[in-house]
């Protein structure tokens, strides 16, 4: 600690490009001392961590206004990822990984006296998605920056992230998410970056000086957007891109009228209500929320990006007529649709142009991605809701309706069941908006993210529009980074790979490859045996903090983890558990090993059969890790919390990653990405991503169970009658019975009753069908797992064939495709 003392503080100089480890130490105490007002003797650990990470952004800012500077002067084609949500996780690892000084960093603060795993862990989770999507965004803005893509990030700045989840008596409970209670050394507020964003009003129709017909948007309330920007550092090269997230806040923070005749409250409320619009995430995942204020955060973020990039393009351009030139903008879902009926009112209303040039511009800007079938997941709003928050814009899509209708009137003459289908809006019930549509018609690219989901978007959901515009379609399938999800998470293995093949494979993933050829040599299996036994182990001792189940490290570590939802079936893996628990009070000789079952995600607050699927793995855990009977042979935990600071724990320790969705469902999944880059062997459906992984890893380093789409879709219109395999499956129908008679809840015949009512009645997601196919396929499991030559030849040619999963590839896709876009080199 002698080093620690004040004299010995470098007062003048921060030093603030150097990565060597007596950089980081002048840096840090720098940051300390001049950032944070502290000295080391009394800093608290939140200090410690601020001065870190203060010292990396130093490093980070350099870079930053460097890229900068080269878009700038080149004038640089960017693209424009537009997200609801961006699931980053923590900042500072995977910044110093990034920087290529991880190490050095680690030793300065061991050597200052500080634990460096507490200084990573004390950064709160930026948790500004929901699951997937979310996080498929902040995958991809790691892999534009690294690819030296001229790229910007939109998105909201909720202060309210999702929830945290903590568990009671088995039952999930929602806690506010306060994560910028201890500040956010990241992000570089920009107070003069400020649009205007209009809601509610009317709208006037006038005739101009040139005596052309043009419309007047008088909003009835007006809310500043105030940009906030977090730099975004690639693997390795100088470019740091940039993710603007924008705050709402209130035009005047007083109503001067209101506060002069004493109305206080009243001029205040003003103030609050504006900045309601980026106060909390909605924590749908896959599922609709048609509140008024998810459509004015939609509206919010759009038009704040929008005027932004307008405000670019007319920096370098003559007009708005080339902004397409400038922006390629990608639509993450249709959360951010309204972009299309926003950009036509910029073009239109604010800067005069003629309806066709603006559409034009509109549709050469725009690319959408879809990212679910799910026919409750499809964005659509009522109209006299739209109208009240947005009236221009309802305008403007009717335009936009009417011109595309006669489009299709002169395709297909006399068609007008086709008409229904394609319309904008969807004329049953109450009239609505359909967001896909909009999309669709507002875009020149549409993809979805696995090959399965984009045909069967081709060919079911999205199919007019794919018979009116074959070309407009493609696929783009998913990646996740290899930098957070292998290096950062798991060192162990990454060492390894690198000492086996150098590390060329952390540029260019595909390079894995080299290690097919290690996959039969035995030193290297028991190499790698051995650091996935180090996982077990540090996933063990994890899992016994966070929820007191003591776990054997060599058991199998069968892992599903993700968000839950009835498609994602958890509640098939439940059946499994008290399949084998029975099996195993049946038989304690029977041949099945060892297996530790974990579980982890959240349920949207709402969702009540999610929320009792959690409840029941609760109550099947207790009776199970309590049976003295079969100590050992079968562990149930539940790890609370899933997030992607957590996940990092979680990926490396997995064996088996359960990725059982019903066939048809999941878009593509990332999780089966992450855990397979990892070393777990899937079991799996024919499902999302699943197909390609199963294709690229080989059929025999797969377990493959269930019913294709197609089989899915045949046993559906054959009525489906879930009854018939309760009936006819002798363990199925014990294991759904033990639920039902209160064999996990004290006798209780009624807290599980809605799972068995629903599974023994329409059973949507077609768990009963798939039961045996899965059960028979986990024996397989069980025998492979028996074989560990075998099963660690399959797990490290899972590893050596994951490369295309990278989203480096899938950005490379978007590049080549749909945007046309080419990387710009930010000089040293
Ligand atoms: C990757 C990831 C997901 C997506 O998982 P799926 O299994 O593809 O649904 C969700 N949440 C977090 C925190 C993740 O890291």
Avoid at 107 to 131: R, S, Y
Avoid at 455 to 460: G, T
Avoid at 535 to 544: Q, S, T, V, Y
Wanted: glycine share 8%.
């Amino acid at each position: 600690m002698a080093n620690l003392h004040l004299q010995n503080l470098p007062m003048a100089e921060s030093g603030s490009a150097g990565t060597s480890v007596e950089d980081w130490k002048k840096a840090f105490l720098w940051n300390l001392y001049y950032v944070l007002g502290r000295f080391p003797e009394t800093a608290s650990l939140n200090d410690k961590y601020l001065a870190l990470a203060h010292s990396v952004r130093e490093r980070l800012l350099d870079r930053w206004v460097k890229t900068s500077e080269t878009y700038y002067r080149k004038k640089a084609r960017t693209a424009c990822y537009l997200s609801a949500e961006f699931l980053l996780g923590p900042h500072l690892g995977n910044n110093l990984l990034n920087l290529g000084a991880y190490d050095e960093a680690k030793q300065a603060m061991e050597e200052l006296g500080f634990n460096f795993e507490d200084l990573l862990d004390q950064e709160e989770e930026p948790g500004l998605g929901n699951g997937g999507l979310g996080r498929l965004a902040a995958c991809y803005v790691d892999s534009m920056a690294t690819l030296e893509i001229p790229a910007v990030g939109h998105g909201i700045r909720y202060e309210f992230g999702i929830f945290d989840q903590v568990i009671r008596d088995g039952w999930q409970v929602e806690i506010a998410d306060k994560w910028l209670r201890l500040g956010n050394p990241w992000e570089i507020p920009r107070p003069e970056i400020a649009m205007t964003v209009g809601l509610g009003g009317h709208t006037e129709h006038y005739t101009d000086e040139n005596g052309r017909y043009r419309v007047r948007w008088i909003p009835q309330r007006l809310v500043k957007g105030i940009a906030h920007d977090t730099p975004i550092l690639g693997f390795r090269v100088n470019t740091a891109n940039m993710l603007r997230l924008w705050r709402a806040e209130a035009v005047n923070s007083f109503d001067f009228q209101s506060f002069n005749t004493g109305d206080y409250y009243g001029a205040v409320e003003e103030k609050v209500g504006s900045e309601t619009i980026s106060k909390v995430l909605y924590p749908n995942d896959s599922g609709l929320e048609g509140k008024q204020l998810r459509l004015e955060q939609q509206y919010f973020l759009v038009s704040c990006a929008l005027q932004d990039m307008m405000r670019i393009t007319l920096q370098t351009a003559p007009d708005p007529s080339h902004f397409h030139e400038k922006y390629a903008v990608q639509l993450n879902d249709t959360h951010p649709a309204v972009a299309v009926a926003e950009l036509m009112r910029l073009l239109v209303d604010e800067y005069g142009m003629d309806w066709e040039p603006a559409w034009e511009v509109t549709r050469r800007t725009m690319g959408y991605t879809n990212h679910t079938l799910l026919p409750e997941a499809l964005e659509k709003w009522p109209i006299g809701l739209f109208e009240s928050v947005l009236p221009r814009h309802l305008e403007i899509i009717f335009e936009i309706n009417r011109r595309f209708i006669d489009e299709v009137r002169a395709r297909y003459p006399g068609d007008d069941e086709r008409v229904r289908r394609l319309s904008l809006i969807d004329e049953t019930g109450g009239r609505s908006i359909r967001m896909a549509h909009l999309a669709c018609v507002g875009s020149h690219a549409i993809n979805g993210v696995a090959t399965l989901h984009s045909e069967l978007l081709k060919h079911e959901v999205l199919r007019d529009f794919n018979d009116m515009w074959p070309e407009k379609f493609f696929n783009v399938t998913n990646g996740v980074t290899p930098r957070r999800f292998l290096m950062l998470t798991n060192p162990g293995l990454t060492k390894l790979v690198s000492d086996a093949i150098g590390d060329g494979w952390t540029r260019d993933l595909d390079k894995l490859r080299l290690l097919e050829a290690k996959a039969d040599e035995l030193a290297f299996r028991d190499a790698w045996r051995s650091v996935k036994r180090q996982c077990r182990e540090a996933f063990a001792a994890e899992i016994l903090k966070k929820t007191g189940i003591t776990t054997d490290p060599a058991s199998l570590f069968d892992v599903q983890v993700k968000r839950f939802h009835e498609y994602k079936r958890q509640h098939l893996n439940v059946l499994h558990i008290i399949t084998l628990y029975h099996r195993l009070k049946r038989d304690p000789h029977c041949d099945a090993p060892a297996r530790t079952v974990v579980f982890a995600g959240k349920a949207a607050p709402g969702y009540m059969m999610a929320k009792l699927i959690i409840k029941l793995i609760h109550a099947v855990a207790d009776i199970v890790n309590n049976d003295r009977a079969i100590a050992g042979r079968l562990r149930v935990a539940f790890v609370p919390d899933y997030n992607v600071k957590n996940s990092q724990r979680i990926f490396p320790g997995a064996d088996l990653s359960e990725q059982i969705s019903t066939a048809g469902k999941e878009a593509s999944g990332t999780g089966n990405m992450k855990f397979a880059m990892n070393g777990a062997l899937t079991i799996g459906t024919l499902d999302g991503a699943n197909v390609e992984i199963r294709d690229a890893v080989g059929a025999e380093n797969f377990f493959l169970f269930g019913m294709t789409v197609d089989e899915v879709q045949r046993r559906l219109a054959e009525c489906y009658r879930p009854y018939e395999h309760y009936r006819s499956d002798e363990e199925l129908k014990e294991a759904i019975d033990a639920i039902a008679d209160g064999a996990f809840s004290n006798g209780d015949r009624e807290l599980f009753r809605p799972i068995v009512d629903n599974l023994l009645g329409t059973d949507p997601y077609m768990v009963l069908a798939d039961y045996r196919s899965y059960i028979d396929c986990q024996d397989k499991v069980g025998r492979a797992w028996r074989e560990p030559e075998r099963w660690t030849r399959a797990s490290i040619l899972n590893v050596a064939r994951i490369g295309q999963f990278t989203s480096d590839r899938a950005i490379g896709d978007y590049c080549r495709d749909i945007w046309h876009i080419n990387p710009v080199k930010v000089a040293e």
